[in-house]
C-alpha cells in the first residue's frame, strides 16, 4: 500500500472506483505518510483525520456511482479557507484558537465531489507574503533542500504534494501564491480565470485579485481537481457555470497549440540568468511538436504600479479592522501593507483601475495572435528560508516585498489563467517553473498545451521525494 503515494491521482481517483483500494486505507497511508516526513518540513500543522474517517465512512455507504468524481480522495485545504469543525488560523495569532462552523462554498464543492479533507496545509499570515512562515506553526520547508523556502503561500500545500503526504491539493494565488511554490517545488499549480472556482465572498463581493485554484503533481491530475472545484454558485455571484466538456479531457485532448510567445521578464522585472535560460531551453522544446515558439510578450508597462495600489487597496478592506485592533500580532508586511491601503486616494484607484482594465485588454489583443504565453514562473531559484522574501536579483535591489513577484501578479492583473510547470534544475539541483498562461477562460486551451509540453520535458515522475537536507 505504501507505494500507492507515488501514483497519480487519476490512478488513484481508478482504484477507488474499481474496489481496488477504500477511501479508509489512503486516510491510513497518508497519516503513516505524514508522520515519516511531515516532520522535517511543516506541510501540514493541522491534521483532521476523525472527521475525514466520518465522512470516508459516510462515502463508503453510496453507490460508486453516487460517491462523486473524486470518489473518496484525499485533499487537504490551505490555512485560509474554512473547514466546519476545525481550525483555521490565516497563520496568524489573532487566530489561532479559531474554529468557524461553517465551510467555505470551495470546500463543500469539493466534499459533494467525493474529497476528503484530512489536514490544513501552511500558509503565511493571511496568505501575505510568498515565503511560507507564521508565528503560529513556524516555516515550512522545501523538500529539495529543507534550507530553502518553499515560496508561498500556498507553500503547504506544494510541499505536500512534493514528499507524497497529499495527491491533489487545494492553493490560492493572488500573486503568484499557488504558481511561486509549484515552481520552487517541482509540481503543478494552476490559478484559473475569475469565477471558475467557486467560493465564499469575504469582505467584498466583486473582490478577485485571489482565486482559489488546484494543485498537483502533473497537468492531468490537475485538470481532474478543478473539475471537482469548478462550477457556479448561487453564494458566488461571480461563479461561472461548468462547461460541457470536462478539463480532464481537455488536458488529454492532444491538442496542440499554433503559435506560442516567450518572455524572461515581460519587461519589468529582472530574473536570474539561470531560470531565464532554463525556461526559455523548455518553451523552444515546443518546437519538436510543431509549435512556432517566439520571443513576445503583452505590454504590461503599469503593473507593478497596478499591483501595488489594488493589493493594498484589497488589504485595507479587508484587514484594516485587524489593524485597529490587534496591530501587536501582525507581521511588519501585512502593518505595512494595510497602512499602504488607508493612504490611498481615490484618484489613485482610479488610475490602478484604469490601468488593470489597459491591461487585460492588451492581454486579449495578444491571445489573438498567440495561444499561449510562456516566461518563468519565479525569478530566482529557491532562496535561504530565513529571508522573509527576496530583495535582490541579478544586481538589482526590489523596492518592496512583492516586487519580486512580478512575473506572477501581471498576470493576475490580466485576469487570464496561468499555471506553473515543472521544467527543470538548476546547477544546485533546485526546481525551476515555466509560466504557462492563456487567454481569459480558456483553461482547456492551458491545460492541453501545458500537457504537450510535459510530455515532450520528461519530468512529470519526478515526484514525490523524501526531504532532502541542506547538502
Known amino acids: 500500500m505504501r507505494q500507492i503515494i507515488r501514483d497519480t491521482a487519476c490512478g488513484v481517483v481508478h482504484k477507488l472506483t474499481s474496489g481496488d483500494v477504500s477511501p479508509l486505507e489512503l486516510l491510513g497511508v497518508l497519516e503513516e505518510r505524514i508522520a515519516e516526513v511531515d516532520g522535517k518540513l511543516n506541510a501540514l500543522p493541522i491534521l483532521c483525520f476523525d472527521r475525514a474517517r466520518e465522512h470516508a465512512e459516510a462515502i463508503m455507504k453510496k453507490p460508486v456511482s453516487e460517491r462523486g468524481l473524486l470518489c473518496g480522495l484525499p485533499v487537504p485545504i490551505k490555512d485560509l479557507t474554512d473547514v466546519a469543525g476545525v481550525r483555521n488560523t490565516m497563520g496568524s495569532l489573532i487566530f489561532r484558537d479559531h474554529v468557524p462552523a461553517r465551510s467555505d462554498i470551495l470546500v463543500e464543492r469539493l466534499e459533494e465531489s467525493g474529497a476528503l479533507v484530512y489536514a490544513r496545509s501552511n500558509t503565511p499570515e493571511f496568505g501575505a507574503g510568498a515565503n511560507t512562515f507564521n508565528d503560529v506553526f513556524g516555516p515550512t520547508l522545501n523538500p529539495w533542500n529543507t534550507s530553502r523556502s518553499a515560496a508561498g503561500s500556498s507553500g503547504g500545500a506544494a510541499v505536500a504534494l512534493a514528499t507524497g503526504t497529499a495527491w491533489l491539493a487545494h492553493g490560492s494565488d493572488m500573486g503568484g501564491s499557488l504558481r511561486n511554490p509549484a515552481s520552487f517545488c517541482s509540481v503543478v499549480g494552476l490559478r484559473p480565470s475569475i469565477g471558475r472556482v467557486a467560493h465564499t465572498p469575504k469582505f467584498?463581493?466583486?473582490?478577485?485579485?485571489?482565486?482559489?485554484?488546484?494543485?498537483?503533481?502533473?497537468?492531468?491530475?490537475?485538470?481532474?481537481?478543478?473539475?471537482?472545484?469548478?462550477?457556479?454558485?448561487?453564494?458566488?455571484?461571480?461563479?461561472?457555470?461548468?462547461?460541457?466538456?470536462?478539463?480532464?479531457?481537455?488536458?488529454?485532448?492532444?491538442?496542440?497549440?499554433r503559435r506560442v510567445a516567450y518572455s524572461p521578464d515581460f519587461g519589468i522585472t529582472p530574473v536570474d540568468p539561470q531560470v531565464a535560460a532554463i525556461t526559455r531551453r523548455a518553451a523552444a522544446r515546443l518546437v519538436e511538436a510543431g509549435v512556432i515558439v517566439e520571443e513576445a510578450h503583452p505590454d504590461f508597462r503599469e503593473a507593478q504600479e497596478c499591483f501595488h495600489v489594488l493589493r493594498a487597496f484589497d488589504f485595507a478592506v479587508s484587514k484594516a479592522g485587524l489593524l485597529r485592533s490587534h496591530r501587536d500580532l501582525l507581521k511588519p508586511e501585512v502593518i505595512w501593507n494595510i497602512e499602504e491601503g488607508l493612504k490611498l486616494t481615490v484618484e489613485r484607484i482610479e488610475r490602478a483601475e484604469a490601468q488593470r482594465l489597459a491591461m487585460m485588454?492588451?492581454?486579449?489583443?495578444?491571445?489573438?495572435?498567440?495561444?499561449?504565453?510562456?516566461?518563468?514562473?519565479?525569478?530566482?531559484?529557491?532562496?535561504?528560508?530565513?529571508?522573509?522574501?527576496?530583495?535582490?536579483?541579478?544586481?538589482?535591489?526590489?523596492?518592496?516585498?512583492?516586487?519580486?513577484?512580478?512575473?506572477?501578479?501581471?498576470?493576475?492583473?490580466?485576469?487570464?489563467?496561468?499555471?506553473?510547470?515543472?521544467?527543470?534544475?538548476?546547477?544546485?539541483?533546485?526546481?525551476?517553473?515555466?509560466?504557462?498562461?492563456?487567454?481569459?477562460?480558456?483553461?482547456?486551451?492551458?491545460?492541453?498545451?501545458?500537457?504537450?509540453?510535459?510530455?515532450?520535458?520528461?519530468?512529470?515522475?519526478?515526484?514525490?521525494?523524501?526531504?532532502?537536507?541542506?547538502?
Open 204 to 257: 467584498k463581493v466583486d473582490r478577485n485579485l485571489g482565486v482559489p485554484g488546484p494543485m498537483a503533481r502533473n497537468v492531468e491530475d490537475v485538470a481532474l481537481m478543478l473539475d471537482a472545484m469548478s462550477g457556479e454558485h448561487l453564494g458566488d455571484p461571480l461563479s461561472l457555470p461548468k462547461l460541457p466538456h470536462s478539463f480532464l479531457s481537455a488536458a488529454r485532448s492532444g491538442k496542440k497549440p
Open 361 to 471: 485588454t492588451r492581454a486579449v489583443d495578444f491571445f489573438r495572435e498567440y495561444d499561449l504565453l510562456l516566461s518563468p514562473a519565479t525569478i530566482v531559484e529557491p532562496f535561504p528560508v530565513q529571508n522573509r522574501y527576496v530583495t535582490e536579483c541579478n544586481g538589482k535591489k526590489l523596492d518592496h516585498y512583492v516586487d519580486w513577484v512580478a512575473i506572477a501578479s501581471a498576470i493576475t492583473l490580466s485576469c487570464c489563467p496561468a499555471l506553473s510547470l515543472p521544467c527543470g534544475f538548476t546547477s544546485s539541483g533546485l526546481p525551476v517553473g515555466l509560466q504557462i498562461v492563456a487567454a481569459p477562460r480558456a483553461e482547456g486551451n492551458l491545460l492541453a498545451g501545458a500537457k504537450t509540453l510535459e510530455d515532450i520535458l520528461g519530468l512529470r515522475d519526478c515526484t514525490p521525494i523524501d526531504p532532502r537536507p541542506q547538502l
